[in-house]
């Protein structure tokens, strides 16, 4: 999620603005030698890896509460250790919060065979960090901490309102101490103006009261947005309530540049699908919330648009009116297969970089892509790192690159590397098995082989996926809501559109017009010249899925909110108690190391 990362001194936000565009000029230049030397470059084989995000957590029994535990850089250190000296099967990053870490295969899958070691890579990786924990500590991938805001979540514990977030309800030790973050909150905050603003709506249940955002004596910050006091909404106003959670992603390197952007195109289409289907994130600071997915959470901790950019006050020194956060769906398509109508968002772009990279023989697309990704402004700068040479290095690109955190990221190679045109698919949740993930992670990669293959064009306007993606965040949308979808998806079929349920998108008309994506790919697979194991794994998972989407298996944010509504505990006013959360992670923890069977969330798969 976070990206980008480097050593040295960072700027601050009076400092970077002064070196603002010098530093966009730069990472032009660094965009536009990558693809000079690796335009041409073709006949890699598919090559993917995913990334799972966890966090630290204790669990007293004594006290029957819950806490984060704020020492990943701890074990972080431990594990780079056993990396660096090849001992390990995994590569481990840091991630925004100071109790989480994310982990990645140390090498990248290849073929139909490695379907069978994704799921033992994330158990052998969970069990490594599980051997690093201290007593009553466990290792959760967990989207949202359901206390994370609430008085003495973390452990050790600190006050709120430190000098870099500047939060009522968040101290600054959960940010992970490496420079980048921290710098990012900070930076992020001053650019904006005020403290960043995020209004959830609270799940009305029976006894529901107004929900209280300001705690006593807090001096509200005048530049800020309303924070709904008295109202049905739970605030959040900081960095660290969206990049605290976790999220399942997968990259995969492509054959070459083209079809590294047909297969982004394609799969951004299905990001507010995935993104409904793994659901996970019903509660937020101690409240069931009515939403029930990150993104928006996320979207809104990083906006770092001025009131201007945000359309609240006539242009004066801002370029642009922005309707997105950096966080958020892609604006713009990239393939040529893509017609000049399904980009139909108007997204801006800044106009001299579109210019400049026509002139240096950037096709359209492309081009006003990266123009639209080079409207935001640098936010980390190093001082070790201002004068770079763009021939050999990429840094500043990286930096607008890694702080425009879409769906799908389209990914040029690094200079002097031997990795390829890559794509990064960004929408879905973290699951709480290795199963769950695994079987996400094998579906998607299924799915890009059918694009590859040919058998699918998915692409209509990007209006449309963007109402999606405001449907996904919806309550059960899973069940629940309709989603545009092309009426046939065959690749030479025309644009029509239709209203589907995830269900109908996955496992097909009843009726039979429409053959579902699980179907296509079994079938598919049926074609390859699979090992019979994998082709079982994968027909296991693809199953699975097919039964969430049906209904007969639960998200894992329809379960949460069941775990509460049936709680001996709640007393049916939307707040998520010590007493509740300790038992929800209590059993939580329990599903993830096989102790405990939850039928609704696995069936029988597990």
């Not at 425009?404 to 002097?416: I, L």
Request: aromatic share 10%.
């Amino acid at each position: 999620k976070m990206g980008f990362l480097a050593e040295g001194q960072t700027l601050t936000w009076e400092q970077t603005k002064v070196i603002v565009n010098k530093i966009k000029r730069s990472g032009i230049e660094q965009l536009l030698s990558i693809y000079e030397n690796m335009k041409v470059r073709k006949h890699d084989s598919l090559k993917w890896g995913d990334e799972v995000e966890y966090m630290l957590i204790l669990i007293d029994p004594v006290t029957k509460t819950v806490k984060l535990v704020l020492r990943a850089h701890e074990i972080l250190k431990v594990l780079f250790e056993l990396e660096q000296k090849n001992e390990i099967e995994s590569a481990w990053r840091p991630e925004y919060g100071s109790f989480m870490i994310e982990g990645t295969p140390i090498k990248p899958y290849e073929g139909t065979a490695s379907f069978l070691i994704v799921e033992q890579n994330m158990r052998q990786r969970r069990r490594l960090v599980q051997s690093f924990l201290k007593e009553n500590e466990c290792l959760l991938s967990l989207t949202s901490f359901p206390l994370m805001g609430v008085n003495g979540f973390t452990f050790p514990e600190f006050l709120p309102n430190g000098p870099i977030a500047r939060s009522r309800f968040l101290p600054d030790q959960i940010i992970n101490p490496h420079p980048r973050f921290g710098t990012l909150t900070r930076n992020i905050r001053e650019r904006r103006g005020s403290h960043v603003a995020i209004n959830l709506p609270v799940f009305k249940d029976t006894e529901t009261k107004p929900v209280l955002n300001c705690p006593e004596g807090w001096q509200r910050d005048p530049n800020a947005e309303p924070t709904g006091e008295g109202e049905d909404i739970v605030h959040l106003d900081a960095m660290g309530f969206g990049m605290g959670c976790c999220c399942l992603q997968c990259t995969f390197q492509c054959c070459n540049i083209n079809e590294a952007r047909l297969i982004y195109d394609q799969l951004a289409v299905l990001c507010p699908i995935m993104l409904a289907v793994t659901a996970a994130a019903p509660i937020f600071r101690g409240y069931l919330v009515d939403t029930d997915v990150r993104w928006d959470t996320i979207s809104g901790s990083v906006d770092d648009r001025t009131q201007e950019e945000r359309g609240l006050q006539p242009l004066k020194n801002e370029k642009f009116t922005i309707k997105k956060s950096r966080y958020g769906s892609i604006s713009h398509y990239i393939s040529r297969d893509s017609k000049p109508s399904y980009n139909d968002l108007q997204a801006p772009i800044d106009e001299d970089v579109y210019n400049y990279l026509l002139s240096r023989n950037i096709d359209e697309p492309l081009a006003r892509h990266f123009a639209h990704l080079f409207i935001r402004d640098p936010l980390v700068v190093y001082d070790n790192a201002i004068d770079l040479d763009n021939t050999k290095q990429s840094d500043h690109f990286e930096n607008i690159q890694s702080t425009n955190w879409q769906t799908m990221r389209f990914k040029p190679p690094p200079p002097n590397s031997p990795i390829g045109w890559r794509v990064e698919f960004r929408s879905m949740e973290a699951q709480l098995t290795d199963f769950e993930n695994a079987a996400f992670v094998v579906f998607i990669a299924i799915l890009l082989r059918l694009i590859c293959f040919g058998q699918l064009n998915l692409l209509m306007p990007l209006s449309k996926v963007d109402e999606n993606m405001s449907r996904a965040h919806k309550r059960n949308a899973v069940l629940e809501q309709k989603f545009f979808f092309k009426k046939d998806i065959s690749y030479e079929a025309g644009d029509e559109l239709e209203e589907f349920t995830i269900n109908e998108i996955m496992n097909g008309k009843a009726d039979g017009s429409f053959i579902g994506l699980i179907q296509r790919m079994i079938a598919h697979l049926e074609t390859e010249n699979m090992d019979k194991a994998a082709f079982d794994i994968a027909n296991k998972y693809l199953n699975f899925i097919s039964q969430r989407v049906s209904g007969k298996l639960q998200t894992t944010a329809a379960w949460m909110r069941d775990f509460v509504a049936k709680h001996p505990h709640y007393k049916h006013d939307s707040i998520v108690s010590q007493q509740i959360a300790y038992d929800l992670i209590k059993i939580s923890s329990d599903i993830t190391n096989g102790i405990v069977r939850v039928p609704e969330l696995t069936g029988d798969f597990i």
